[in-house]
């Protein structure tokens, strides 16, 4: 018997369509695409971020921002086009300290994330990271109202997405920042090696945008990192202090050219008043700065000579390395110097052997050094303030506040010590090198502004002293001076 019609076909569940769902899921869906392409498009545009965050605003109804790896506010936007208070009410937001993990986890996880409200009226917040290479140097940040679970997993998509592209133009902004400065380099690299075609050379400044109707100084700073520091990271550190200072001079000198060096910067800066006090301010200011910020590293600066035409600046540029280099082997780096302070050390330390120096000095003063390290520094400040004061007694009594029979006792003692008669010029002469070689050998660049010792630049009233450190409290504390007796022309 043919069973067919007693067999019972199961019923179909009834399929209930909810046709405002699908039309609001198709309006989301057609919203993506539409934000999307906007966003692509940007990409061949000449944009940068801040038109994606606009973008972003008006499209989603949400407050944009992009902030920095350091939570600094990068730039930021509001879906009524108005900027006023923005960024500040994304700064207070980002004080809550409540973001931090959460940056942390999307920057390693390389994915959005979605902050759970924590109240009604608090704002829904989006976070994505902006990946440039391997590197995460920027954040994106939304801050909707409250929506729901679709338009939610909408504004996730779509800030993800806005964080790919302000990756793309970050990205492209690095290269071509790169090639810029590799350019940049490249020239300032010929002007410092300086060159026989004087109209190349001044083609190149122009470039730069050197006005030589200007006089200019080139400031070298050389930077040392502590030996306490691990070997692999001290090519780091040393990059970081030398993009500082670079920036230090690039955002406070209008008109400074700067290059990053191995090993250095160099900063050509203007110099309208011929006594280098602005590059002197500048880099003592620079100099506390980094010392501050980068405790294992020491930054010595060196100023050259006043140049004019560009043809000069690589002489310049030689004077400030041949300052530093002076510092350096006389162990006292950390120090602003200039060319025009170093005298007749220019000259003394062409000399290869220091020892030969400070033996010349010991054969010529070594009895005098001898007898203040029983009596005390007195007659070698006499001595060497009488010299500052042009073999004066009247005024090397003014300066060190004595009468003038004591300071013409002191000089008849001096010579009795040492066998000198300082009334003729050879041994005149013998005396005042020695007493400069132990200036610059024993401690001169701590020495008083008034002795002028090697390359001495005054220190602003402002800027912590060389060779000290900072309390909490902001004084400065000395450290151990050295001996008076090589401290020359120091008042006792």
């Known amino acids: 018997m043919y069973m067919a019609d007693s067999w019972q076909v199961p019923r179909q569940a009834s399929v209930v369509v909810d046709g405002r769902a699908v039309q609001r899921e198709n309006a989301l869906l057609r919203e993506l695409v539409t934000v999307y392409q906007h966003l692509t498009g940007l990409t061949l545009q000449d944009a940068d971020v801040s038109t994606v965050i606009r973008l972003l605003a008006d499209r989603t109804g949400a407050t944009v921002t992009i902030v920095s790896r350091d939570l600094e506010v990068v730039a930021a936007a509001a879906p009524d086009g108005a900027v006023d208070g923005v960024a500040e009410r994304v700064r207070e937001y980002l004080a809550g300290g409540r973001l931090r993990a959460v940056l942390n986890s999307s920057a390693q996880t390389r994915r959005s994330l979605r902050l759970p409200e924590v109240s009604g009226s608090a704002p829904v917040v989006v976070v994505a990271p902006v990946v440039v290479g391997d590197d995460v140097p920027a954040y994106l940040l939304t801050f909707a109202r409250s929506h729901d679970d679709d338009s939610g997993d909408m504004s996730l998509l779509v800030t993800e997405h806005a964080a790919t592209i302000c990756g793309v133009i970050l990205g492209r902004e690095r290269i071509v920042a790169a090639a810029a400065r590799q350019i940049r380099d490249d020239l300032v690299e010929g002007l410092l090696l300086g060159?026989?075609?004087?109209?190349?050379?001044?083609?190149?400044?122009?470039?730069?945008?050197?006005?030589?109707?200007?006089?200019?100084?080139?400031?070298?700073?050389?930077?040392?990192?502590?030996?306490?520091?691990?070997?692999?990271?001290?090519?780091?550190?040393?990059?970081?202090?030398?993009?500082?200072?670079?920036?230090?001079?690039?955002?406070?000198?209008?008109?400074?050219?700067?290059?990053?060096?191995?090993g250095e910067v160099v900063i050509v800066v203007p110099d309208d008043g011929g006594q280098a006090a602005e590059a002197t301010q500048l880099s003592w200011e620079c100099r506390a700065?980094?010392?501050?910020?980068?405790?294992?590293?020491?930054?010595?600066?060196?100023?050259?000579?006043?140049?004019?035409?560009?043809?000069?600046?690589?002489?310049?540029?030689?004077?400030?390395?041949?300052?530093?280099?002076?510092?350096?082997?006389?162990?006292?780096?950390?120090?602003?110097?200039?060319?025009?302070?170093?005298?007749?050390?220019?000259?003394?330390?062409?000399?290869?052997?220091?020892?030969?120096?400070?033996?010349f000095a010991t054969d010529v003063l070594g009895e005098l050094d001898r007898?203040?390290?029983?009596?005390?520094?007195?007659?070698?400040?006499?001595?060497?303030?009488?010299?500052?004061?042009?073999?004066?007694?009247?005024?090397?009594?003014?300066?060190?506040?004595?009468?003038?029979?004591t300071v013409a006792y002191r000089i008849r003692r001096i010579q009795e010590i040492t066998g000198l008669r300082l009334d003729t010029y050879r041994d005149r002469l013998m005396a005042q090198v020695a007493v400069e070689i132990l200036s610059a050998t024993d401690g001169g660049l701590e020495g008083a502004p008034a002795t002028r010792a090697v390359g001495y630049a005054p220190r602003p009233a402002n800027v912590p002293a060389s060779g000290g450190t900072q309390s909490p409290n902001g004084h400065q504390t000395a450290l151990p001076r050295p001996r008076a007796s090589v401290r020359a022309g120091q008042p006792h």
């Open 195 to 262: 060159s026989r075609d004087s109209g190349e050379v001044g083609r190149w400044a122009r470039h730069l945008g050197y006005e030589a109707s200007r006089q200019h100084r080139v400031l070298a700073a050389a930077i040392q990192v502590a030996t306490s520091v691990r070997a692999a990271g001290k090519a780091t550190l040393g990059q970081r202090v030398a993009a500082a200072v670079d920036h230090y001079f690039g955002t406070r000198v209008p008109g400074a050219i700067t290059s990053v060096r191995d």
């Open 289 to 359: 700065r980094m010392r501050e910020v980068f405790p294992e590293a020491s930054v010595t600066i060196g100023i050259g000579a006043p140049c004019r035409d560009p043809a000069e600046i690589a002489r310049s540029y030689g004077q400030a390395r041949r300052t530093i280099d002076a510092v350096m082997r006389l162990g006292r780096q950390g120090q602003v110097v200039a060319f025009d302070d170093l005298g007749i050390h220019r000259l003394l330390l062409q000399v290869p052997d220091l020892t030969e120096l400070r033996s």
């Open 371 to 405: 007898h203040e390290q029983q009596r005390g520094p007195e007659l070698m400040t006499t001595l060497a303030c009488y010299f500052r004061e042009n073999n004066s007694p009247q005024r090397t009594a003014r300066a060190l506040h004595l009468h003038p029979n």
